[in-house]
């Protein structure tokens, strides 16, 4: 699958939003504080990180997971025209505010578009279409109404048409329901999960080694620390960059093809 355009990061046509928008508390995945709206210390005056190529070792590895799907563009272009909260100040607030429901919007652009290229789930392709346009128009609205959007209820729809096309693409590979599971440190090293359901399943540090997870469907699984070395992702469905970023790896992890190997994985052993 090839992510469309839109739905990659550009960061230079972005004003730094994931950087000051968003909040982020002191953890094993940020080394500091910081409230929604406030420049993080670490943003430039040209909106570039300052500590980018360092981020995991000065204690913000959360800042290489999140990945905007390409929403700060989408805001900071689109949205506001070109605008941007510092040579702006006035647009600040309501750029700050929309920009995570934006993100949200991405996301399930992100999903559709790959429910799109599902062979299996052709049948479902003119509302997958139909689904894409509308959520895509929504990103493209004024301020004022991506403020007033029911994010959720655009969810529930979305969420509704990914399940069908997720079954249809498992269809025959008998694989097990694990929606939801708390599967949080499981001892799971080469479990067969081809075919499987595992949308939102906590798979928080679980040893996944070896593991089948072919066409498995991980749609919104947390793999935060998840150890997927040597584990097989081919044709894994919903699977994003920042689940993999979240999780361990390998040269032998074999992943969906729309996917890069995180760097971070090289130094696993
Ligand atoms: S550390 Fe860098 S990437 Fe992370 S929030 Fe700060 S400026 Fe952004």
């Known amino acids: ?3 469309p355009a839109e739905l990659r990061a550009d960061c230079a046509r972005c004003a730094g939003l994931c950087c000051i928008a968003l909040p982020f508390a002191r953890s094993a995945d940020f080394a500091v504080d910081k409230p929604a709206g406030t420049p ?9 990180c300052g500590i980018h190529d360092s981020l995991r070792d000065r204690g913000f590895a959360g800042c290489t997971v999140f990945d905007c799907l390409g929403a700060g563009q989408k805001v900071t272009q689109v949205v506001f025209g070109g605008r941007d909260w510092r040579a702006d100040p006035g ?26 290229e599902l062979e299996a789930a052709r049948t479902l392709h003119v509302e997958l279409r139909a689904a894409y346009d509308r959520v895509d128009g929504l990103t493209r609205g004024s301020a ?40 949080v440190g499981a001892m799971l090293r080469g479990a067969g999960l081809r ?41 894994a469905l919903f699977v994003t960059q920042a689940q993999l970023e979240s999780a ?15 760097s971070h994985w090289a130094t696993e052993a």
């Open 248 to 262: 361990r790896g390998d040269a032998r992890t074999r992943l969906p093809r729309h996917l890069r190997r995180p």
């Open 40 to 48: 993080c210390t670490h943003l430039q005056t040209d909106f570039r």
């Open 144 to 183: 004022e109404a991506l403020e007033a959007c029911d994010v959720g209820a655009v969810r529930a729809d979305v969420a509704e048409l990914l399940r069908r096309a997720s079954e249809l693409a498992r269809a025959g590979l008998a694989g097990r329901d694990h929606r939801g599971a708390d599967l």
């Open 91 to 116: 647009t600040a607030r309501d750029m700050f505010a929309v920009f995570p429901v934006v993100r949200q919007l991405h996301e399930l652009l992100a999903y559709l578009a790959e429910a799109l």
């Open 1 to 3: 699958m090839t992510l």
């Open 195 to 235: 075919g499987a359901s595992l949308r939102g399943a906590y798979l928080i540090g679980a040893d996944l080694r070896d593991a089948d997870l072919r066409t498995a469907d991980l749609v919104g699984a947390d793999l935060r620390g998840a150890d997927l070395r040597g584990a097989d992702l081919t044709g």
